[in-house]
């Protein structure tokens, strides 16, 4: 199983959660929403075959957080993967949109100097405007666009540029979500959480949770739940490929 989105240290107890995970193998993508928490976030990853850690700063906190840049630059050696990163354009974060185009495009930039990492990326209300920074830098092709939620046309816009998508239990619960999967490339989906922000009820989806996306995502595919596990797998797979594991795990 495949969580590739989740912000492990915001549980009210990570190191249990790892640890299921672990036990459980599921591979988790650990994002982390300021720089200055990777230190500590990615400890949880410590001698854990399955947790990885990304170095993020989340749009909605880059009007705060933006003096972090250069600490994330400075961390991006040690790192593989960046995120959550991105840009955020619902009405509460439209008013800082500039200072979060900078950021991103900075991010990007330097990790693309620094050798390209796979990115986990927040589009919320500003699809058009991700898909075009990732077009500048050429970085579309490591790029996991994760609870997508734009157009059809921006869709078809990020899939042209090579993009991946990450989906989750709270997004193919929506009519709009499950459309928007179906027309994603079954060779470049993965699975994610989003937890504990995504909700089961009031309950916050763990990252064993994806059960229940690989479930919805054979209904939508028309196939075995194994079969869509296997699609996710080699499609892990491949995504791993495209960036040296400057991790310290042993790869999955």
Not at 135 to 164: K, M, N, P, Q, Y
Not at 188 to 194: H, V
């Amino acid at each position: 199983m495949i969580d590739f989105h989740c912000h492990l240290d915001l549980f009210d107890d990570p190191e249990a959660v790892a640890s299921e995970c672990e036990k459980a193998g599921v591979f988790v993508l650990s994002v982390t929403t300021t720089p200055k928490a990777w230190r500590k976030t990615s400890a949880l990853a410590k001698n854990r075959r399955y947790v990885r850690t990304a170095l993020g700063l989340h749009p909605q906190l880059a009007h705060e957080r933006s003096s972090e840049v250069p600490l994330l630059e400075a961390l991006l050696g040690e790192a593989s993967y960046v995120g959550e990163i991105g840009l955020d354009g619902s009405p509460a974060h439209r008013p800082h949109a500039e200072i979060q185009l900078k950021v991103f495009e900075r991010v990007l930039s330097a990790s693309q100097s620094g050798g390209g990492h796979i990115f986990t990326i927040h589009s919320r209300g500003a699809a058009e405007a991700v898909i075009s920074s990732l077009h500048r830098h050429r970085c579309g092709s490591t790029a996991v666009l994760h609870w997508f939620s734009g157009t059809r046309v921006e869709l078809d816009a990020a899939i042209a540029l090579g993009c991946w998508f990450s989906v989750g239990p709270a997004m193919l619960r929506s009519e709009k979500g499950r459309q928007l999967a179906a027309r994603m490339p079954r060779d470049r989906l993965l699975t994610e959480t989003d937890g504990p922000f995504a909700l089961d009820g009031k309950r916050p989806l763990m990252p064993t949770d994806v059960r229940t996306a690989v479930t919805q995502i054979a209904k939508l595919w028309s196939t075995r739940e194994h079969d869509v596990q296997y699609q996710l797998n080699a499609n892990l797979k491949d995504l791993l490929s495209r960036v040296p594991d400057r991790a310290t795990q042993a790869p999955v």
